[in-house]
């Protein structure tokens, strides 16, 4: 079932034409056209707009150089590494990124935002990683257990020499 809007309520925010002391709306307008010339000229330009991770469609925002830059802190326990990285960025490209910094495998990370362990697929800023923010970098224990039994298997399986 459809509802109809009244002509009062059209009438209220101008949908219909409506008269008062000052004259019709189409008067009101010629004459605003004349002073509004150089506001309207600017405001023509096209509006883009953009579809967010979340589905969001928002308005484009301007693009400039070196703003969606923003560089953070990633510390593990032994020491700390300062990187820029762009904000739209995943922690799954933040993790290809410190591989080539640790030497450790993107399956062997595992990244820590405000206290929480962060997925691949989640946006550094829909997360809320902003300037000079800290994130953790922990070594998957199953990865470094795994590391272990290999390296013990290895050290038994070669005999000793004893000279």
Sequence with gaps: MMK???????????FG????????QQDQQQKGSSNNNNNISSCNNEIKWELRPGGMLVQKRQESIGEDLISIRVSTFANFHDLSIEATSTFGELKMVLSLLTGLEPKQQRLLFKGKEREDDEYLHMVGVGEKDKVLLLEDPAFREKKLLDLNNISASCPTIIV
Excluded: E, L, Q, Y
């Design 4 to 14: 109809f809007k009244s002509k009062r309520f059209g009438i209220r925010f101008g």
């Design 17 to 24: 034409k409506r008269t008062n002391n000052k004259g019709t």
